[in-house]
């Protein structure tokens, strides 16, 4: 209870034992709180009694990185966090599983944890209707397919699912009303066609992958921009811009393109639409047999 309303805590030790402590956080001025390298030596308490002290915070912004946390409690009562960043730290798939008091959440970062399960994720969002941005990027991500449903916040806008252990089955477990979506570095070899329907992706980051061709727009209607950076790709489908006539940026370079008549072609027909190619050869040369 005191004036305070930024605090940030780094480079501590805890030393000794943590016991229950009731506080009440009612007239506080806090508004946001950091803390990064927390180390805890004495592992023999209630975990409760720990996180319980950070849940219940009425702040609008947490951030605790760096930390090797392996939990946090639902908060008790409806919360007023507005911005929950946990980057690297030791969460998994239990994190805020039927949790209804974090319905003003908008920004979660779960970046470098250890979370497995994406049809977990998903319904661990299903119940944060403010829910706009959602970080699980370098985590140990899959999702297996096979008819499994997920559920996503509606209100999730921009997801950021790279380097983690996707397949082409992720596109059977996406937010329906995501407008941004990364998945650099994963082990998507293909994009399925007709299991997605995203109209209003508008980015979409498939770099790092294994792609062998470009993929098409049938789900995506509202596809603008595009990255196959770094995949596998030798000579782009030329279909591509019927099925994606909305796309005005491509960054396709690192990809191990053969020299074509229909590269040649592409590349014609990507310049005259108005849009931008960037990593494509300045010029290709196509020799036809005699005759």
Not at 3 to 9: G, K, L
Not at 159 to 179: H, I, K, R, T, Y
Not at 208 to 229: H, I, K, T, W, Y
Not at 265 to 276: D, M, N, P, T, V
Request: hydrophobic fraction near 40%.
């Amino acid at each position: 209870h005191s004036s305070v309303e930024y605090f940030n805590i780094n480079n501590v030790t805890q030393m000794s034992d943590i016991e229950h402590y009731n506080f009440d956080y009612s007239g506080t001025s806090m508004k946001a709180l950091t803390m990064k390298k927390i180390k805890i030596t004495d592992m023999y308490f209630s975990q409760d009694d720990l996180y319980e002290i950070f849940a219940d915070m009425n702040i609008t912004d947490m951030t605790i990185a760096d930390s090797e946390m392996i939990h946090m409690l639902c908060p008790s009562r409806k919360s007023s966090f507005r911005y929950l960043n946990f980057l690297k730290n030791d969460l998994t798939d239990f994190l805020f599983q039927k949790c209804d008091n974090l319905a003003q959440l908008e920004t979660l970062i779960l970046q470098k944890n250890k979370f497995e399960s994406l049809r977990k994720v998903s319904f661990m969002t299903s119940r944060m209707k403010s829910l706009t941005y959602l970080d699980m990027s370098n985590n140990l991500l899959r999702h297996d397919g096979a008819g499994v449903q997920c559920q996503w916040a509606e209100s999730l806008a921009e997801l950021d699912l790279s380097s983690n252990q996707l397949a082409g089955a992720v596109f059977e477990c996406l937010p329906a009303n995501v407008q941004k979506l990364s998945l650099r570095n994963n082990q998507i070899s293909n994009v399925p066609s007709g299991v997605a329907e995203l109209k209003s992706l508008e980015e979409l980051n498939l770099a790092s992958n294994r792609l062998a061709d470009l993929p098409g727009c049938g789900g995506f209607m509202s596809l603008q921009f595009l990255n196959v950076e770094m995949n596998s790709i030798l000579t782009p489908s030329a279909d591509f811009f019927q099925s994606c006539p909305r796309v005005r940026e491509l960054q396709a370079g690192h990809n191990p393109f053969q020299c074509s008549c229909e590269l040649q072609a592409f590349i014609r027909l990507e310049r005259r639409s108005g849009g931008k190619l960037f990593g494509w050869p300045a010029a290709y040369v196509c020799e036809y047999p005699e005759g």
